[in-house]
């Protein structure tokens, strides 16, 4: 069965920069869409970021284009979510989600994210 393993979170100042890892098992696994998700304490989990492949595109939220940077490397079976100039609002479990070549849907557990001075 497929797995997904965020790592990266952690505690960071405003301004700060974090980058993210999600780590999908068995490495045989194929993953069409790779995304991010993240969910604040009393808020609906909400879309990040995503990167797809076979045409090869990227999509962020309006609230983190400019800021964070999603990227893949097949090779490795791993996607990574660089964040850069972290603001509190950006405190929240950010979740790894894939859609697999023949259709799977798989989520990670999540990695906490907390920005705070």
């Known amino acids: 069965q497929v797995q997904l393993m965020e790592s990266g979170g952690g505690l960071v100042q405003p301004g700060a920069s974090l980058t993210l890892s999600c780590a999908a098992s068995?490495?045989?696994?194929?993953?069409?869409?790779m995304s991010w998700y993240r969910q604040a304490p009393g808020k609906e989990r909400e879309f990040v970021a995503a990167?797809?492949?076979?045409?090869?595109?990227?999509n962020y939220a309006a609230s983190v284009k400019g800021r964070f940077t999603i990227s893949r490397d097949n090779a490795k079976n791993t996607v990574d979510l660089q964040m850069n100039s972290l603001e509190p609002e950006d405190t929240a479990v950010y979740y790894c989600h894939s859609i697999g070549s023949k259709g799977g849907v798989y989520w990670g557990q999540g990695t906490q994210v907390t920005v705070s001075s």
């Open positions: 990167i797809r492949d076979k045409p090869a595109s990227t």
């Open positions: 068995p490495v045989t696994f194929s993953s069409y869409i």
